[in-house]
């Protein structure tokens, strides 16, 4: 991708000229020395963790303290660091882009291993699935992009393996739902383990319930199981979900993508942008399209959920700015009053919602937006669920053969013939 020239023609004063610039990552820009340096910091500490590693047949504890001597660091820290670098031989892609370019630093790889090393072994499909959505999530589209922090990859990863987690757990029985109590002397602890569907919608009663009391999340589940207070009389959960697209995954907002049936109550067409409200506040439609595209804060690294952020008029409404999601933008409450202040200023492509923001010192920096309604996710859920769908296929094709199999007619064995002696 080539951006030649960004103007805001609302501010003809406004211009950034990236003439002659790739795509590239902002922590990667050629042109800033303290990226620079810190790119040489990352190639030198990456390889020399490549080069630390233990043979895979040699006693590990006595590999990690001579690796404590010679690096000066803990146990703990070259047990992680080791782990994290082999971690890579399962995503190829990954490793290929790490070894050339060295995007990564060892607390993003580490959050990768901690993140699927929690979903146990995993089939090289399910692997292949995780490896080539993250080369897409490490693949800048614009020209001094932000790069994701280790939160926003583990959430990423975390997304990936809830949308596609039927591909591996379909053939489990599945689970009962469970209650515990545990007495631990000082504090008693009460557990409902039940699936993913049941319990966001138990947690929104919660949620509701407190918020409606003036109560503690705690405060309203003691009072609600309790009976002191009601239950709210509805919670609406919003969630979103390709239409068009066989067992797409389904965003819900406040808890992140899942492969579980959300049945909708009522549903509202998002494929085109909303049309444009009179009003300054937006309408809850313009609103949700807004937070469903953004997904979260949309300045650099913030990772504070959209739908918490508050609607900002790119260009004012006072001057003539439209409410509109072409002209609005997800930002919490620090980085509004910034922008607010004249101490940062943004420019948003009306089509893909880009944002490249404009700083006091000179420099400038793009987000992409990353919620379920943006471009680069959209694609991220069509390729899980023909991967869902696929899977689902094999399994319901090796049910049907072996239920086949156990059907089928046994021939009884021909008599043998008496041995002669």
Not at 99 to 112: P, W
């Amino acid at each position: 991708m080539r951006l030649e020239h960004i103007t805001d023609t609302s501010n003809p004063g406004d211009t950034v000229n990236t003439a002659t610039q790739t795509a590239y990552f902002s922590h990667m820009n050629p042109d800033c020395a303290l990226a620079v340096e810190r790119s040489a910091a990352r190639r030198a500490d990456y390889r020399s963790w490549v080069a630390a590693m233990p043979d895979l047949d040699e006693d590990f504890d006595v590999a990690c303290q001579r690796l404590v001597a010679k690096l000066g660091v803990g146990d703990y820290t070259v047990s992680e660091c080791c782990l994290a670098v082999h971690r890579l031989t399962e995503l190829p892609q990954v490793k290929a882009l790490q070894d050339s370019q060295f995007l990564l630093d060892m607390k993003a790889l580490i959050t990768i291993d901690r993140t699927l090393t929690k979903l146990g072994a995993l089939p090289p499909e399910t692997l292949a699935l995780i490896d080539d959505a993250l080369i897409t999530f490490f693949t800048p589209t614009s020209p001094n992009q932000v790069f994701p922090t280790p939160a926003q990859i583990g959430r990423k990863l975390r997304d990936i393996c809830k949308s596609i987690d039927k591909t591996f757990s379909f053939r489990e029985s599945p689970k009962k739902d469970s209650y515990t109590f545990t007495d631990t002397g000082q504090r008693g602890i009460l557990e409902l383990n039940t699936d993913s569907a049941t319990g966001m919608i138990l947690d929104g009663y919660i949620k509701q319930a407190a918020k409606e009391n003036g109560l503690s999340q705690a405060d309203a589940l003691k009072k609600l199981i309790a009976g002191s207070i009601s239950p709210p009389v509805t919670v609406i959960l919003h969630t979103y979900q390709a239409s068009d697209i066989d067992n797409a995954p389904t965003f819900v907002q406040g808890y992140g993508w899942t492969s579980q049936d959300m049945p909708a109550t009522r549903t509202r067409d998002l494929s085109s942008q909303p049309p444009e409200s009179r009003s300054y506040i937006a309408s809850e439609l313009i609103r949700k399209y807004v937070e469903g595209r953004d997904g979260t804060c949309r300045a650099p690294g913030c990772n504070r959920p959209a739908y918490l952020c508050q609607m900002d008029h790119r260009v004012n409404y006072a001057d003539g700015g439209a409410t509109h999601p072409r002209n609005l933008a997800s930002l919490c409450q620090h980085h509004h009053n910034m922008k607010t202040d004249g101490r940062a200023h943004y420019i948003m492509d009306p089509h893909t919602g880009d944002i490249v923001w404009l700083y006091e010192d000179g420099t400038w920096a793009m987000t992409e937006p990353t919620g379920p309604l943006a471009k680069k996710t959209k694609r991220w859920a069509q390729t899980v669920a023909q991967k869902i769908s696929a899977t689902r296929e094999r399994a319901q094709q090796e049910a049907q053969e072996a239920q086949a199999a156990a059907e089928e007619p046994r021939t009884p064995a021909s008599p043998q013939e008496d041995i002669p002696f």
